[in-house]
């Protein structure tokens, strides 16, 4: 009865590196979801993944954020060349399906950038 | 656009008393609504979600929301506030008819004193 698993929980890291943040999903469910929380822009859509279709990636701020889910199961949002800007919690979530399955979050990955 | 309002980022009640959080949305398409809550350092967690049944919805701890179409609202309440309440709130809605991403809010935090 695992519910959405992020790691690592912390994350800290000098500007200019690349982080990857991983996020496992309830089993069985079908689509995961990407978002950011930093106080100034409240929660943020990044990403989403539905079942074999082409994601939504309408949310990424920049070229350096990427991500991909592999196997339909686990995701990995990887952050090139980090900026201050870039500190925040990622949340993963997933759901059985899309809308109007509600989404199950992660406790999410706090990176700070130094 | 899907949008969320919400009025007030901070909200104080009293324990024991009525705990109203509110929530404005604006979609062009019929909408689905959810009501988070997120305890520190941990993930969102679904309070209740609306999605076209009736109206009145009822979750988890003692919330329930009503659906307003003709007041573009979805305010939660409690009847009696608990200290264990205190937390941030998030009400989201769709980001369109056809993806699974959540438009947030900013955010109530609720105060419950004793």
């Known amino acids: 009865g695992a519910g959405v698993s992020q790691s690592p929980s912390n994350k800290v890291t000098e500007k200019g590196k690349d982080v990857e943040l991983r996020c496992d999903p309830i089993s069985g469910h079908t689509a995961l979801y990407w978002y950011r929380q930093s106080l100034g822009q409240g929660l943020e859509f990044l990403i989403y993944?539905?079942?074999?279709?082409?994601?939504?990636k309408s949310g990424l701020p920049s070229d350096r954020f990427s991500a991909e889910r592999t196997g339909g199961s686990v995701s990995t949002l990887t952050i090139q060349r980090t900026q201050q800007e870039d500190s925040a919690v990622y949340l993963c979530?997933?759901?059985?399906?899309?809308?109007?399955?509600?989404?199950?979050f992660g406790d999410g990955t706090r990176l700070s950038i130094l | 656009a899907q949008s969320v309002t919400q009025l007030g980022s901070h909200v104080s009640v009293s324990e024991g008393a009525l705990v109203l959080l509110r929530c404005n949305y604006s979609s062009s398409v019929p909408p689905y609504l959810f009501w988070y809550v997120q305890y520190p350092n941990q993930g969102l967690q679904l309070l209740l979600k609306y999605t076209s049944a009736a109206t009145l919805v009822k979750g988890i701890n003692g919330f329930e929301a009503e659906f307003k179409k003709s007041e573009t609202s979805f305010h939660l309440t409690k009847p009696s506030a608990h200290m264990s309440d205190a937390a941030e709130y998030f009400c989201a809605v769709n980001g369109s008819s056809n993806t699974g991403k959540l438009i947030f809010g900013q955010g109530t935090t609720l105060q419950v004193k004793p």
């Open positions: 993944f539905q079942g074999n279709s082409a994601p939504d």
């Open positions: 979530a997933s759901s059985r399906g899309s809308l109007p399955s509600p989404q199950h």
